[in-house]
Structures are given as C-alpha cells and as structure tokens.
C-alpha cells in the first residue's frame, strides 16, 4: 500500500459520511470516538469531523493534519474499512506526534475490543 494520500482515501462526499454514521459501528476512546464502516474493497477512507470545541481554526486544523498524517502512515490498520474520526476537546491540548500516537493506540484498543469508553459508561454501541 503507497504511502500518500490521494484522493482514493477521503470519504468526500456527505451521502458517504452519513452511510458511516448511519450503518457504521460507534467506537469510542478517550480522545477520539470513530465511526466504523467495514467493506469489501481494501483501500481505507476517511473523514474527520472537528467541532468547535477543540479549539480555534488553528487548533481544529492542526489536529485534523495530525490525524491525516496517522492514517497515512498506517493505512494497513484501516484496511477494508470506511472510517469517520471525531476528536474531542482534549485532542486540541497535545501535540501533533503525540495526537498521532494517541490515535494508532485508541484506535486499536477500541478495534479490538480492549477499551471501549462507551460501553464502560453502559452507553449503547450504536451498531448498525
């Protein structure tokens, strides 16, 4: 799998981002709660959803360049999978190589079912 970013891996169009929140699982972290939609084809996309309350423009842009540049240097933990990132408040405090660890590590503990914040809050999983 190439390294970059091309347009192949962006969920882009709003009709594909609803499809993930809509028919996706929810997978919550402490940082990141992400939406999960698995699919045939291997190639993995994402959106990332910021609101205001992780910060100013600034700070909302520096943690989605953050968050991209994760997904692009580990695209073969997203295999197979349409995948919509939402940070939370705390995200906009870390840095940009520590917001890219934090990501890899949330991401797989909630993948795989050793920490799922909404569910240790007896939250719904939201599936499907």
């Known amino acids: 799998m190439s390294q970059g970013f091309a347009r192949e891996h962006r969920l882009a ?10 028919r996706g699982q929810r997978r919550d972290g402490q940082l990141f709660s992400f939406r999960v939609l698995a699919k045939e084809d291997p190639t993995p ?3 990332i959803v910021v609101g205001r309350k992780v910060g ?3 700070v909302r ?3 989605k ?8 240097k580990n ?3 997203f295999a197979h999978l349409d995948l919509v990132v939402v940070p939370r408040p705390g995200a906009g ?7 890219q660890e934090r990501l890899v590590t949330e991401f797989t ?3 795989y079912g050793q920490r799922n914040v909404a569910n240790q809050r007896g939250l719904p999983d939201q599936e499907g």
Do not use: G
């Open 13 to 22: 169009y709003r009709r594909e981002i609803d499809q993930v929140f809509q």
């Open 45 to 47: 996309r994402i959106a």
């Open 56 to 58: 100013k423009a600034v």
């Open 61 to 63: 842009n520096r943690v």
């Open 65 to 72: 360049r953050a968050v991209r540049e994760a997904f692009r």
């Open 75 to 77: 695209k073969q933990l």
């Open 93 to 99: 405090a870390l840095t940009s190589r520590e917001l």
């Open 109 to 111: 503990e909630v993948s």
